[in-house]
Structures are given as C-alpha cells and as structure tokens.
C-alpha cells in the first residue's frame, strides 16, 4: 500500500487479555516506531526498530509489552495481561533511512485503539 | 533534547493566515526544529524542519530566529483541513530514536 496500515484499527478487550497489534510499515522503510498516545496527549515512543533489529525499546512500560519485526518488514505489538491504564491509541510509524543519517520525516498510521474493559 | 513551549490552543480565520509559535530557549547548535500536525483521528503528519534558515515547503514556511531560541510555523491561507493539534519537537539529529512530541497546540480554524 501507499501508506502506513495498522491493525485492527479498534480493539477491544477484557483486563488480562492479552492483544497483539500489526504493522505494515511503507514497502523499503528501513526504520519502525511504535509510540503510545493517552486520550488528550501527545504521542509517547515505545520502541524502534532498524529492519529486524530493536535498537531501542526503552520506552516500553513494562514486560508486559513486547515488540517484533523477524523479517525486517511487518512488526507486530503484544501487550500481555492487559490493564485499564493501557488503553490507548497505539500508533506505528516509519521511515526510508535510520535516524541519524538524516533528520527525516516519519509517516504514521492512523493508529490501533485499544480499550480495556 | 531541548525542552519546547506552545500555546494550548489557536484560533484563526478560514483564509488568513496561521501563526504557530513555538519557544525552545535551550536550544543547542546541533537540534533542529521539526514540526508534524495530527488531525483528529489520524496519526501525525510531517509538516517541515529546518536548522538555522527559514525553510518552505508545498505546506508551511518555517521562520527561526536568529539565536534560534523560537520558530513560527506559518500556514499561510488556513483552511478549515488544517484543523489540527500542532507540535514542535526539537531534537539533535543522531541523538536516538524517540521524538518528543509534548502537547502541541491546538488549532481551530473557523469559517
């Protein structure tokens, strides 16, 4: 496709349900961010990848949350026992080059909305 | 990365033109300021970037001062499209991975 696709794009689930969450990022993007946004917040970096490798993930909340790319293309989100405080919009983002090599620009998805019950 | 301050919110008239400011007083020679857009239910969208220079492009101009301490983001004919949350990020070019969104500010543009 022409853009970023995220899905689902709503998603519902019982507390302690685990979900799991897919992106594709734009075909040849090398660089894969996943970020989380609040209700009324701006969006807040979870983790990136550069193809498969996850060089930084420091902004994953908890062990809960884990994130893959195997082949370097689609990536997918898991949050295990998910809580109320999860519940958010969850928003994938890539990129032609790493970002260091230029101050690119990111393209986004429209997000995955996820709500805990 | 240096720390931004916006406004929470704008408002502007359909036609004239929008002038976003954004306050980054700790800037450092090598960050740049960047600016998306995120209109309601979508994920964020790139606008511009610049360094030092003012920069245009098919969406905005982006003027920064000479010490570079704060920028406008300026949309020169709003339309009611261009009713968005707006955010300016400042971040060093290698410095990682993460952007920095913050809050933005809020755009109404009116009929």
């Known amino acids: 496709g022409a853009g970023v696709s995220q899905s689902p794009r709503y998603k519902v689930a019982k507390r302690g349900q685990d979900v799991a969450l897919r992106c594709d990022p734009i075909s040849g993007h090398v660089s894969l961010f996943w970020y989380q946004q609040a209700l009324g917040q701006g969006p807040e970096f979870l983790t990136y990848?550069?193809?498969?490798?996850?060089?930084?993930k420091s902004g994953l909340p908890s062990d809960r949350f884990f994130a893959e790319r195997p082949e370097g293309s689609v990536s997918t989100l898991k949050i295990q026992r998910t809580q109320q405080e999860d519940s958010a919009v969850y928003l994938c983002?890539?990129?032609?080059?790493?970002?260091?090599?230029?101050?690119?620009?990111?393209?986004f998805g429209e997000g995955s909305r996820l709500t805990v019950l | 990365d240096a720390k931004t301050t916006q406004p929470t919110s704008m408002d502007c008239a359909e036609g004239r033109a929008a002038n976003l400011p954004c306050n980054h007083s700790t800037i450092s020679g090598n960050e740049y300021v960047y600016w998306y857009r995120q209109i309601h239910s979508q994920g964020p969208q790139y606008i511009i970037h610049g360094l030092k220079n003012n920069e245009t492009n098919e969406m905005a101009s982006l003027i920064i001062t000479e010490d570079r301490k704060s920028s406008t983001l300026i949309l020169p004919h709003a339309t009611l499209r261009d009713t968005a949350v707006y955010y300016c990020?400042?971040?060093?070019?290698?410095?990682?991975?993460?952007?920095?969104f913050g809050k933005g500010t809020s755009l109404l543009v009116t009929p």
């Open positions: 990848f550069q193809n498969e490798a996850q060089l930084d």
């Open positions: 990020i400042v971040r060093v070019r290698n410095s990682g991975y993460a952007l920095n």
């Open positions: 983002a890539s990129s032609r080059s790493p970002p260091g090599e230029r101050p690119g620009e990111l393209f």
